[in-house]
């Protein structure tokens, strides 16, 4: 009896910690210290490590692979002409036999840098430039560089500052993941003494929860009896556990509001049956894990319509080896957003009431490393603690927000990646309360504050 117990509860609550949304209790109520600008934030974490020489540079290839061929390959981000010569950076021309050669459509019909305030100059000022430790900052504000992997961040995260201070549920906050490798799973809330598990944000890897591994063993909800399905057990177990072994860690309790836990099952059980029918709503394109992931979080958005959804992705990374796979990945991520922009404005109540905010973990390296592609284009790695691995830049648009107004430049660089945290907490008007706590980095602020 105490085996099956164990398989039935025990197992199940571990499927829940890494690949279903975690679902915590309500946030203490705090009185805000402004009117709030917008009713609700998406921020992107935009994509596995950007040059800025390919996005708001807009050099293509020529700051890249040596040819003089410049052009912008994100336009529904960026305003800008689009390369005339050597397109590698869209869907394969069949007909022609040119792999990338048909760029994607634009989503928009408006860019968002003109909609919105672009900072194209911004900096990844402490630290080394790697994934984990870009999207802590991203997610805390804080830098903590010698911080490492498989830890969570040790200072609180925004989801905690809004629950504790804003009174948000754990509906209200989500952080979608493009999937559960590189600590992803432990950035819905931190590991400090005042906050942590109970202000957390509920954390999901959708193509990982309704792919294969989640058809097979979540779909029917069903337990699983040890005498005759123990293999499948195990199976689920390892599936579970991969990319998340930690000595000593056990996995915590995790707490239900009832009408929170009812919403998500159902919201579960109906996402399951749109994968099974096909109508899950995705990008036109949508062929890598970025596409997917981002099509996912609409339908978090359009279920919950959560007041922060923070989505991240990562195809962009191939960069390491592939640089035409990273040009494609580089456009597919602009359709990504421009594609969830869209989608947020046919959301009854969060059309014309939300704020998007997009940027990269970090930069890359200036110069390239020794692998070439099928095109003999060189890769680029985020190796050393170069000036352009510290280059990014920050979109944001929505109410309130400038159209088509840039802030900073490549001789006068505005802005830090600490500055999201702070922003979003100025978005719901809890700016000062956040600030006030001490825990942010000291030069952090709030990107209002820096226009």
């Known amino acids: 009896m105490k085996r099956r117990k164990f398989i039935t509860s025990s197992t199940l609550a571990s499927a829940g910690a890494l690949t279903m949304p975690y679902v915590l209790p309500s946030g203490l109520l705090g009185a805000m210290t402004k009117p709030p600008i917008s009713e609700y934030v998406v921020f992107v974490l935009f994509a596995g490590g950007v040059r800025q020489q390919e996005s708001v540079l807009q050099r293509y290839l020529a700051e890249g692979q040596n040819e003089d061929i410049e052009g912008n390959i994100m336009y529904n981000m960026l305003a800008g002409a689009p390369p005339i010569d050597k397109i590698a950076y869209g869907q394969d021309d069949t007909v022609n036999d040119i792999i990338g050669g048909i760029p ?219 640089y035409t796979s990273y040009l494609k990945n580089l456009h597919r991520a602009d359709h990504a957003v421009g594609f969830l922009w869209r989608e947020i404005q046919r959301i009854p109540g969060m059309a014309g009431n939300t704020t998007m905010l997009v940027m990269p973990e970090h930069g890359r390296d200036l110069d390239h490393n020794p692998i070439k592609d099928d095109n003999d284009w060189y890769a680029y790695d985020h190796s050393g603690n170069n000036e352009n691995v510290r280059r990014i830049f920050s979109l944001m648009v929505g109410p309130g927000i400038d159209g088509s107004l840039r802030v900073g430049s490549v001789d006068n660089p505005i802005g830090d990646a600490s500055d999201i945290v702070p922003t979003i907490a100025d978005l719901f008007g809890l700016k000062d309360i956040v600030a006030s706590k001490g825990l942010l980095e000291p030069t952090a602020r709030s990107l209002f504050d820096r226009m």
């Open 104 to 322: 994607i459509n634009p989503i928009l019909q408006t860019p968002l840098d003109q909609l919105g305030t672009l900072f194209p100059e911004v900096r990844f000022s402490k630290g080394g430039a790697g994934h984990f430790s870009g999207l802590s900052t991203g997610v805390s504000g804080n830098y903590y560089s010698t911080q490492g992997l498989r830890n969570r961040p040790l200072s609180p995260t925004i989801f905690e500052y809004l629950r504790r201070y804003g009174g948000f549920k754990a509906t209200d906050c989500w952080f979608v993941s493009v999937g559960i490798t590189g600590s992803r799973p432990l950035l819905n809330y931190s590991a400090h003494a005042d906050y942590g598990r109970p202000y957390g944000g509920n954390f999901i890897a959708p193509t990982v929860t309704f792919g294969t591994p989640g058809m097979k063993n979540y779909q029917d909800f069903k337990n699983y009896h040890p005498d005759t399905e123990w293999q499948t057990i195990l199976e689920m177990r390892e599936f579970l556990n991969q990319n998340f072994s930690q000595p000593g860690l056990e996995i915590a309790h995790l707490y239900n509001d009832v009408n929170e836990e009812d919403s998500i099952k159902e919201f579960v059980k109906s996402t399951f049956e749109k994968v099974s029918n096909g109508s899950v709503i995705l990008p036109p394109v949508n062929d890598n894990n970025d596409l997917k992931t981002v099509g996912y979080a609409v339908e978090v958005l359009n279920w919950f319509k959560p007041k922060l959804m923070v989505v991240d992705m990562t195809n962009i990374d191939v960069c390491h080896g592939d």
